[in-house]
């Protein structure tokens, strides 16, 4: 059986994979879901300084003071920006990265930047609330207003050479459109990771759950 740890997307938290993780545990995985700081139940704690490096630095804790070791790190949409770093800072406690229709940046970009590219340029006319608050739209529940730092935060990678020797996987779903990562279908079967579709849309966390455990459970 393997150990998870599932970092969540944008505007939401670590009950987005509420149903993920109950399918997963009932077949014998151990399953953890952090949420990342300011958003989902600890939006209590967002402030404008919050950033990409802080979100890091959480799922870097849960590790460390999990004791963790041979990790399947999985990371979902927005996510996919954090286990890079994550990956990056401890990749001695980490056994695969699976990035789960997610975000896949190489050093130096940010979400704002892998995000121009998906909309081919084009400008995204986001609100921001406050100078630092993006809410989601449309409006859902449990769905929290996002700090803006963590989306134009670039990542720096300062351990590329041996987080990159991590087994990698990208998972698409293939109803997504436009991609999250519109490249990385071809670049990952040319740099050597496995990739997999499901023919779901981006929300498939909550909407086909028993689908995207059944594909996590089968990587592992």
Do not use: C
């Amino acid at each position: 059986m393997a150990l998870f740890v599932i970092v969540h997307g944008g505007w939401s938290g670590g009950w987005y994979f509420q149903s993920t993780a109950r399918l997963m545990r009932a077949a014998g995985h151990e399953v953890y879901t952090p949420t990342l700081t300011g958003i989902g139940e600890r939006v209590h704690l967002a402030h404008a300084d919050v950033d990409l490096s802080l979100h890091i630095q959480d799922v870097v804790n849960v590790l460390e003071f999990e004791e963790m070791h041979e990790v399947v790190l999985v990371g979902y949409s927005y996510g996919g920006m954090v286990v890079t770093g994550v990956a990056d800072r401890i990749p001695q406690r980490i056994s695969q990265i699976i990035y789960l229709d997610a975000f896949v940046p190489e050093n130096g970009q940010s979400v704002a930047d892998l995000d121009a590219m998906r909309n081919e340029g084009k400008e995204t006319d986001i609100p921001i609330i406050d100078g630092w608050r993006v809410p989601h739209y449309p409006p859902q529940p449990r769905k929290t207003d996002h700090p803006i730092k963590t989306f134009t935060q670039a990542i720096r990678l300062t351990n590329p050479a041996e987080s990159l020797q991590l087994p990698r996987t990208y998972v698409r779903f293939a109803q997504t459109a436009p991609p999250i990562t519109p490249q990385v279908a071809e670049s990952v079967r040319t740099t050597g990771w496995r990739y997999r579709e499901l023919d779901v849309g981006h929300l498939a966390p909550e909407t086909h759950s028993q689908e995207v455990a059944a594909v996590l459970m089968e990587l592992a």
